[in-house]
């Protein structure tokens, strides 16, 4: 799981990021492709990401940029969670949330580039 939570800070260094890059994080280094799994292990990283407090979650607004969720960690996972069981697919690009690297999460990635 660390290499997934380095890898996520590393790619939202430069930029927000969405679902599809927790997404593509679970199988490119999890190895994991069966989409129950995907979801598990994505819902898993995200609550380590939030509990850390290396990124924060939240929504995108044309003209403010990203806008934090002021929630719980619990809530969160619970909203995505439902938000997900939903669409009863693999989400697309921009649906369901962001992550914007808090400034912990900037210190911990700039360890690794």
Not at 47 to 64: A, F, H, R, T, V
Request: charged letters at 30%; aromatic letters at 8%; proline letters at 1%.
């Amino acid at each position: 799981m660390k290499n997934m939570i380095i890898e996520a800070i590393k790619q939202a260094n430069s930029d927000w990021i969405e679902i599809c890059e927790l997404i593509w994080i679970v199988k490119s280094i999890g190895k994991i492709h069966n989409l129950d799994e995907i979801k598990i292990k994505v819902l898993q990283l995200l609550e380590l990401l939030l509990q850390q407090g290396l990124m924060d979650i939240g929504y995108i607004e044309k003209n403010n940029g990203f806008i934090a969720w002021e929630t719980s960690v619990e809530d969160s996972l619970l909203r995505v969670k439902t938000e997900w069981d939903k669409l009863n697919r693999e989400p697309e690009i921009g649906e369901i949330f962001w992550l914007a690297n808090t400034e912990k999460g900037h210190i911990e990635a700039k360890k690794y580039l």
